[in-house]
């Protein structure tokens, strides 16, 4: 480890490197940064005005700030990656040259890591990153930097009208010694980067629907095979705790003892999305379960002693039941003794006008909310949740349309 160094390059300017236990960045006149794992693949950048983030399948997310003030995200194509890619190895190839004719040639071998992944090298990771995983389709933000262990694979329930994650697959429930295999491959695939992981997340949908022992013998193949909380021999890295979905009647489904269970287990955090507190737009939206159900099912989560995230949908039901879904949500929220460890979060709904939620709006007169008024509704769940106590839970955004993993 070298803690900060700095060279000054020609035709870049002054450089400087930081070398952390499971990162690498490299900073153009503390401007410019891209940084790399362990392993030397591209992880992260800023590069003209733009943030670029590379997810485990070599896709890559660019965004950057418009002149609304808004984010634009968009994921690089094929060429655009190999440009960007050929890009930055260029810029690494021609500071290594200057590097290895100064005082600090010892950090040659940690740039010479990096430009051994090339664009070639980074797409075939692609193909390894498939055959591990069905599509990692959405996680809570505050989850991006998990391992992700897809436990279950699909949506048991796969009926919300507005939602097309996992239409591509049926729920299926990975027997122990698949679920051991799985494992086994991710932290292959991972390597030493596994350290730059915060926790881990139980896949796909909603796998705490798993029967109780079943989960639990699953939970235990987990700690097996991870340092959940504590260190442990051989492993230079710590995860904090695991977290999981799960849908409403799933959740109703659970005891108290139950989720103490879970909570044995280091379960962390449960995210269940309400989406709405209003009965009628609830059950135009083919939930399971109902707005009172989740109430109850998060109250007893937080008996057990286990934080929640709470998801609702800004612009749900559109203008028809705009006011209605605004305040039985800010009610239903408010019933449930949400404190300083839990979250929730609201997320524009994202549509592309062909789902069955859309078909169903067209159909009783109703007009979708358009961006600004998706932002006001929003908003208005901020003001009304926001913490007041020191006790209160967190509100955040939460848009789909940033996530890669």
């Not at 109780?212 to 909380?229: K, N």
């Not at 260190?231 to 977290?243: C, E, V």
């Amino acid at each position: 480890m070298f803690g900060l160094r700095h060279l000054p390059v020609p035709g870049i300017g002054e450089v400087y490197f930081k070398r952390q236990p499971h990162r690498i960045t490299i900073s153009e006149n503390l401007q410019q940064h891209y940084s790399f794992d362990p392993a030397g693949r591209f992880m992260t950048g800023f590069l003209n005005g733009a943030n670029y983030r590379r997810g485990l399948d070599s896709t890559i997310l660019r965004k950057q700030i418009t002149n609304e003030a808004a984010k634009a995200c968009h994921r690089l194509s094929d060429a655009e990656m190999q440009s960007f890619i050929n890009r930055i190895q260029s810029r690494v190839a021609h500071i290594s040259e200057h590097v290895a004719h100064s005082d600090q040639a010892d950090l040659l071998p940690y740039l010479r890591t990096i430009l051994h992944w090339d664009y070639a090298r980074l797409y075939q990771e692609r193909a390894a990153f498939h055959d591990i995983y069905k599509p990692v389709s959405i996680l809570p933000p505050d989850q991006y930097l998990s391992v992700v262990l897809q436990m279950a694979e699909g949506c048991s329930w796969n009926k919300c009208t507005f939602c097309t994650f996992y239409r591509d697959r049926k729920f299926r429930v990975k027997c122990p010694t698949d679920f051991r295999l799985h494992i086994h491959k991710i932290k292959e695939l991972l390597g030493q980067a596994i350290g730059l992981r915060k926790s881990i997340f139980l896949g796909d949908a909603n796998a705490l629907v798993i029967p109780q022992r079943r989960l639990l013998d699953l939970l235990q193949v987990i700690h097996e095979e991870f340092p959940i909380d504590a260190p442990r021999s051989g492993d230079n890295y710590i995860l904090k705790g695991i977290y999981a979905f799960l849908d409403i009647f799933g959740a109703d489904r659970k005891t108290l003892d139950d989720y103490r269970e879970l909570r044995a287990y280091k379960m962390k955090r449960i995210y269940i999305g309400l989406e709405t507190g209003d009965d009628e737009l609830f059950e135009l939206l083919n939930k399971p379960g109902s707005p009172q159900a989740c109430v109850e099912s998060v109250r007893t989560i937080k008996q057990a002693g286990i934080a929640v995230g709470v998801i609702l949908l800004a612009g749900a039901g559109g203008d028809r039941f705009a006011v209605q879904h605004t305040d039985q949500s800010i009610a239903r929220i408010q019933a449930m003794g949400l404190d300083a460890g839990d979250l929730v979060y609201v997320s524009p709904l994202v549509v592309s006008g062909e789902e069955q939620y859309s078909q169903q709006l067209r159909r009783i007169g109703a007009r979708a909310l358009d961006r600004h008024e998706m932002q006001r509704q929003a908003a208005m769940f901020k003001t009304a949740l926001r913490p007041t106590r020191t006790d209160s839970p967190k509100v955040s955004p939460y848009n789909i349309e940033e996530f890669i993993y």
